[in-house]
T-cell receptor, first 110, second 113 residues
Framework: TQLLEQSPQFLSIQEGENLTVYCNSSSVFSSLQWYRQEPGEGPVLLVTVVTGGEVKKLKRLTFQFGDARKDSSLHITAAQPGDTGLYLCAGGEYGNKLVFGAGTILRVKS | GAVVSQHPSWVICKSGTSVKIECRSLDFQATTMFWYRQFPKQSLMLMATSNEGSKATYEQGVEKDKFLINHASLTLSTLTVTSAHPEDSSFYIC?????????FGPGTRLTVT
């Protein structure tokens, strides 16, 4: 089973600040997905990246997939209180199984 | 599109009873569904892979006789927690695959008293 290391585990920042969440592995993934989850709800898919070096933008969120498809990052610009939540990265394995990172709890204070 | 529902959203049961949780893909067919368990402020832990028309594949350490999975159709998978105990209390989430992506249900909060 492949492992996906996600950091940081916790992040508490002020509104307007920028932040980056990292996911790293020694293994290659066929795809990498980022999810956001709020308490008591299921994870919501933010983006899927499949090509090495790929960069995708979703409003203030920028997702990057490493050239070797072993790592990914999520960068949020000018964070808002509404960005608060648990962010999860997940790498795609054979049979459509996902390997999840440990998650990053983000709190944006106003 | 790609909506997954779960029922019930929360359930409280007595120790020793069984509880069934349903997972449905509402607008697409899913030959494969997954069941996860999640503890507070932690990531998702894969319990099993549910394949339509065949037996589920369980992850190491997950008791197949305790967590019964049935994937009766391309849009429905069920998880039955048998002889539930307080330590089974958790947030159970299912997902269904569409192409490369997995879409998650809203989760079921199980509390065993």
């Amino acid at each position: 089973t492949q492992l996906l290391e996600q950091s940081p585990q916790f992040l508490s920042i002020q509104e307007g600040e920028n932040l980056t969440v990292y996911c790293n592995s020694s293994s290659v993934f066929s795809s990498l997905q980022w999810y956001r989850q709020e308490p008591g709800e299921g994870p919501v898919l933010l983006v899927t990246v499949v090509t090495g070096g790929e960069v995708k933008k979703l409003k203030r969120l920028t997702f990057q997939f490493g050239d070797a498809r072993k790592d990914s990052s999520l960068h949020i610009t000018a964070a808002q209180p509404g960005d608060t939540g648990l962010y999860l990265c997940a790498g795609g394995e054979y049979g459509n199984k996902l390997v999840f990172g440990a998650g990053t709890i983000l709190r944006v204070k106003s | 599109g790609a909506v997954v529902s779960q029922h019930p959203s929360w359930v409280i049961c007595k120790s020793g009873t069984s509880v069934k949780i349903e997972c449905r893909s509402l607008d697409f067919q899913a030959t494969t569904m997954f069941w996860y368990r999640q503890f507070p402020k932690q990531s998702l832990m894969l319990m099993a892979t549910s394949n339509e028309g065949s037996k589920a594949t369980y992850e190491q350490g997950v008791e197949k006789d305790k967590f019964l999975i049935n994937h009766a159709s391309l849009t429905l998978s069920t998880l039955t927690v048998t002889s539930a105990h307080p330590e089974d209390s958790s947030f159970y989430i299912c997902s269904a695959t569409s192409g490369h992506e997995q879409y998650f249900g809203p989760g079921t909060r199980l509390t065993v008293t």
